[in-house]
């Protein structure tokens, strides 16, 4: 099973940035898809998930300028990032939950004018 990150970057104060998840191996439909973060010196947090129906949820923090999507038949979860601010620089992990936890290897975000 693999979960595979990309998209990450560096991108100014105000920029987009679209992240993707691929997973390669695991019945994607039936999965959990999050989008995790953490930033030096700080804990994990949850930033946006989406259930196999469509569900989505958000952190306070990315509300109103995140947006996490899925592409069932591509095997990818996508996270829009809009409006992108200096606090928002972090390793981004992609995870797929259902049955067993599966995460990426994480992709730097980098918000710097």
């Known amino acids: 099973v693999q979960v595979v990150e990309s998209g990450g970057g560096l991108v100014q104060p105000g920029g987009s940035l679209r992240l993707s998840c691929t997973t390669y191996?695991?019945?994607?439909?039936?999965?959990?898809m999050t989008w995790y973060r953490q930033a030096p010196g700080k804990p994990r947090e949850l930033v946006a998930s989406?259930?196999?129906?469509?569900?989505?949820k958000y952190s306070d923090s990315v509300k109103g300028r995140f947006t996490i999507s899925r592409d069932n038949d591509k095997n990818t979860a996508n996270l829009q990032m809009n409006s992108l601010s200096p606090e928002d620089t972090a390793v981004y992990y992609c995870?797929?939950?259902?049955?067993?936890?599966?995460w990426g290897q994480g992709i730097q975000v980098t918000v710097s004018a």
């Open positions: 995870n797929a939950k259902w049955v067993n936890d599966h």
């Open positions: 191996e695991i019945i994607m439909p039936m999965y959990d």
């Open positions: 989406i259930s196999p129906g469509g569900k989505t």
